[in-house]
Nanobody
Framework: QVQLVESGGGLVQPGGSLRLSCAAS????????MRWTRQAPGKQREWVAT???????NYADSVKGRFTISRDNAKNMVYLQMNSLKPDDTAVYYC?????????WGPGTQVTVSS
């Protein structure tokens, strides 16, 4: 049974930093591409970043240079380091994986960037 659980969200001032974590279980984590996606109130879901099994990373233009995705295969964890946060980064952040042709999502963690 695939499970993804995000943590690390919270309230931060503009310009601040947060580190999100996602604990994964129920599948061969090290073999799968992992993805962070976010959804702001009233907006469509937005892809944020991916990290492949081979640790290749890709980022949305809106976060490039500010966010860093990483993974620890020994711990079945994926992370999102977010720096220079902006109010537009306010959203629920989700960790996702496509396993056996099905997308799995965690419950999400809220990130609010506000002064």
């Amino acid at each position: 049974q695939v499970q993804l659980v995000e943590s690390g969200g919270g309230l931060v001032q503009p310009g601040g930093s947060l580190r999100l974590s996602c604990a994964a279980s129920g599948f061969g984590f090290s073999n799968y591409l992992m993805r962070w996606t976010r959804q702001a109130p009233g907006k469509q879901r937005e892809w944020v970043a991916t990290i492949s099994a081979g640790v290749r990373t890709n980022y949305a233009d809106s976060v490039k240079g500010r966010f860093t995705i990483s993974r620890d295969n020994a711990k079945n964890m994926v992370y999102l380091q977010m720096n220079s946060l902006k109010p537009d980064d306010t959203a629920v952040y989700y960790c996702t994986v496509n396993y056996l042709s099905r997308d799995y999502w965690g419950p999400g963690t809220q990130v609010t960037v506000s002064s």
